[in-house]
């Protein structure tokens, strides 16, 4: 059984930072990757990162402001947001999946396993 809890979420304003935090418990997870649902949207993909932390992938609304990372030793996975913009505004979801045949999978089917979810909301 695999569980995974979320936190850092907040309010934050327009520019700023926040660190988001997931951390599993239970068997190995091979990829996991985080993603967001706004109010009247579907879920969106923000980024996934494998095992062993290289070649993660980012959706391009965030490219070159998100940065996703994995602590080998606490497995805990990390996602660092910078320059947060109104649109971030979102429920952030941690996902993970055991399968290594689905790389850093963008599909929200490709995972079995997610989290409560932890809110970001960014004031402009």
């Known amino acids: 059984q695999v569980q995974l809890v979320e936190s850092g979420g907040g309010l934050v304003q327009a520019g700023g930072s926040l660190r988001l935090s997931c951390t599993p418990s239970g068997q190995t997870i091979y990829t996991t990757a985080w993603f967001r649902e706004a109010p009247g949207k579907e879920r969106e993909f923000v980024a996934a990162?494998?095992?062993?932390?290289?070649?993660?992938v980012y959706a391009d609304s965030v490219k070159g402001r998100f940065s996703i990372s994995r602590d080998r030793v606490t497995k805990i996975v990390y996602l660092q947001m910078s320059s947060l913009k109104s649109e971030d505004t979102a429920v952030y979801y941690c996902?993970?999946?055991?399968?290594?045949?689905?790389?850093?999978?963008?599909?929200?089917?490709?995972?079995?396993?997610w989290g409560q979810g932890t809110q970001v909301t960014v004031s402009s």
């Open positions: 996902a993970g999946s055991l399968v290594g045949a689905i790389g850093q999978s963008m599909r929200t089917t490709q995972y079995t396993y």
């Open positions: 990162i494998n095992w062993s932390g290289v070649s993660p």
